[in-house]
C-alpha cells in the first residue's frame, strides 16, 4: 500500500458506484454525486495527517475540486502542485513545518489517488474523514417563476451560520432532454440570516413540453463560499428534478 492512502470510509459505496457508472458511460446521464450529501471521505495515513494536519489536507482537495469542477485545468500535474502548495500554505500557517520528504508523500498521495478520483467523480464532494460537513450557506428552495409568457428557474439561498458573512459564488445549470445546458453564474455577500433569489432571465424554459412531463428538466446547483474574499472555498453541489404532477422541484435522492 502507498504512503497515505486511501479514499474510502463511511461513503465507500458511492466512490465504488461511481467507478462502476463511468465503466459504462452509455448508462449515465448525471454523476451519482449531484446530491447534497454525496460526499468520498478521504482517509489519508496517519503520517500525513500529523504532519500537514487535516485542514490541511482538507485546503488540498478543495483546491482539486474547485479546478475540476471549472474545468479550467486538466493536467494531473499542475491540480497535484496546486493542492500540494495550498496544503502546505495552510499546515506552515498553522504552525506545522512539512519537510521536503513530507511534500513528496503527500503530492504522491494527491498525483496517485486523489486527482484520478476527483477527475473520474466531479460532482461528488471530497472530505477529510473527521472534518465537519455542516454548511453555513445553504439551498433553501429552487421552483419556477413567470415573467410574462416565459419561465425562469430561481434558487433561494440563505445564509444558516452564525458568525460572519460569507463571499459567494453560485453557479446555476438547467438540463433539459435533447437541449444544451443552460448556464448562469452570480457573485454575492450574505450576512448570518440573510437569503437571496439567484436565476438566469436569459435561461427560458420550454414549459409546453417540461409540464406535460415530455422532457425532463433537472437543475443543478453549485456553489462556493469562503468565510473571507480570497480564503479557500469549501465547494458543494445539488440536483433538483422538476416533478410535472407537482409542479415542484424535488431534491434528487442520492444514488
Known sequence: MRP????YGASCVIFLASVQACSQPQQVNHSPCAASNA??????SADLSLKFGNDAIQTALDTITRHVGQNDITSTTELTGLGTDAAVRTAEANGKNPKPLDKAVLAAFLREDVVPAIKQSPTCGFMMAGVSTKRDVSIE????????????VKVKLSNT????????KVVVR?????MKPQSGQTDMVLSPGQWRNVS???ATLPMSDIGSGKKALIVIVQLS?????????LVYQEEWK???????FKQSAIK
Do not use: W
Open 4 to 7: 497515505g492512502r486511501v479514499l
Open 39 to 44: 460526499v468520498i471521505q478521504v482517509k489519508p
Open 141 to 152: 428552495d429552487v421552483y419556477l417563476e413567470n415573467i410574462g409568457d416565459k419561465h425562469i
Open 161 to 168: 451560520g452564525q458568525v460572519g458573512a460569507r463571499f459567494i
Open 174 to 178: 438547467n438540463m433539459i432532454d435533447g
Open 200 to 202: 438566469n432571465p436569459q
Open 225 to 233: 463560499y469562503a468565510k473571507e474574499a480570497g480564503s479557500q472555498p
Open 242 to 248: 422538476y416533478d410535472a404532477p407537482s409542479q415542484t
